[in-house]
T-cell receptor, first 114, second 111 residues
Framework: NAGVTQTPKFQVLKTGQSMTLQCAQD?????MYWYRQDPGMGLRLIYY???????DKGEVPNGYNVSRLNKREFSLRLESAAPSQTSVYFC?????????????FGSGTQLSVL | RKEVEQDPGPFNVPEGATVAFNCTYS??????FFWYRQDCRKEPKLLMS???SGNEDGRFTAQLNRASQYISLLIRDSKLSDSATYLC????????????FGKGTHLIIQP
């Protein structure tokens, strides 16, 4: 039972490089999310997809783009990485976007931008 | 931005003891409340939802005080495996994009 799978687990980038974080869920969930977690701060929502075919900005969307490729997959792209994007990134999914249901998280991506 | 505040700790507690910590929230219209557990360098996992009447799951009891705008988590007979960071999560805007995560309370259970 894989749940939410995200890759890679670790990544080091140089300033200005681009990369895509991949996320897939096998629970047939409608909603998917990308969060970042920084020391001393709570998880902050970058982007979310309430359902297949829709994406919306969260609290901290600047510098990121997302693609809901299909119901299973939701990717996060950094077009030109900056040191301020050094963080741990978590993908999550839920059955619906009501905010009243359990979030299932992937195991995280530790990203360092030099 | 709506705020969710937690004492970061760490709370150092001997095994077998009872420990409790609170989380305050600023949005009086908040609708849903949760406690998540996060082990070091791992992803958060739902520990329990918090219902208006309070709820219990084994050794864990969660309560909501709407008048004072806080939720609490009580852990009885604490185990070494309870050592983790406990995240308070509050939904203030009615959708999953309105979830606000607290910074977490770090709990260390000592043998």
């Amino acid at each position: 039972n894989a749940g939410v799978t995200q890759t890679p687990k670790f990544q080091v980038l140089k300033t200005g490089q681009s990369m895509t974080l991949q996320c897939a869920q096998d629970m047939n969930h409608n909603s998917m999310y990308w969060y970042r977690q920084d020391p001393g701060m709570g998880l902050r929502l970058i982007y979310y997809s309430a359902s297949e075919g829709t994406t919306d900005k969260g609290e901290v969307p600047n510098g990121y783009n997302v693609s809901r490729l299909n119901k299973r997959e939701f990717s996060l792209r950094l077009e030109s990485a900056a040191p301020s994007q050094t963080s741990v990134y978590f993908c999550a999914s839920s059955e619906s976007p009501t905010g009243r249901e359990k979030l299932f998280f992937g195991s995280g991506t530790q990203l360092s931008v030099l | 931005r709506k705020e969710v505040e937690q004492d970061p700790g760490p709370f150092n507690v001997p095994e077998g003891a009872t420990v409790a910590f609170n989380c305050t929230y600023s949005n009086s219209a908040s609708q849903s409340f949760f406690w998540y557990r996060q082990d070091c360098r791992k992803e958060p996992k739902l520990l329990m939802s918090v219902y208006s009447s309070g709820n219990e799951d084994g050794r864990f009891t969660a309560q909501l005080n709407r008048a004072s705008q806080y939720i609490s988590l009580l852990i009885r007979d604490s185990k070494l495996s309870d050592s983790a960071t406990y995240l308070c999560v509050v939904n203030g805007e009615g959708g999953a994009d309105g979830l606000t995560f607290g910074k977490g309370t770090h709990l260390i259970i000592q043998p």
